[in-house]
């Protein structure tokens, strides 16, 4: 017997039935497939703190935020990377790294700057 139903249409005479491939039913092992999946790798939206610290890192590079922003994408960098080890399928390393990249950078640059205008101005007196 063929897993194939014929299909009850108008067909013209002296052609045989089309048949259709019978609908098969998903199973509690059997996932929808997910029309976004390349978007899910690029977006990560089921690991948030990597994804917020990535956009934080980026605005950390603008001056005079910087130096408040730097902490919590490092923070936020973190726990997207503790996420992601406990579960690899939520995606998001590359954010957690490039928030933690960013955030560290302008930590460093914005907070050297400001030493080095404190260690100036106690010279200058």
């Not at 194939?4 to 052609?15: A, H, L, N, T, Y």
């Not at 605005?59 to 503790?82: E, F, H, Y």
């Amino acid at each position: 017997m063929s897993d194939f139903e014929p299909v009850e249409e108008d067909q013209p005479s002296g052609r045989p039935p089309r048949r259709r491939r019978p609908q098969q039913s998903r199973g509690p092992g059997r996932k929808k497939k997910n029309a976004s999946g390349g978007i899910e790798r690029m977006i990560p939206s089921n690991n948030i703190p990597a994804l917020i610290g990535y956009y934080i890192g980026i605005l950390a590079l603008i001056p005079c935020v910087g130096i408040i922003l730097s902490i919590p994408a490092i923070v936020l960098g973190v726990m997207g990377l503790r996420k992601f080890s406990e579960d690899p399928s939520v995606h998001g390393k590359t954010h957690s790294i490039v928030a933690l990249v960013l955030g560290g950078f302008s930590l460093l640059a914005y907070g050297g700057g400001i030493l080095f205008m404190i260690v100036a101005s106690a010279l200058d007196q």
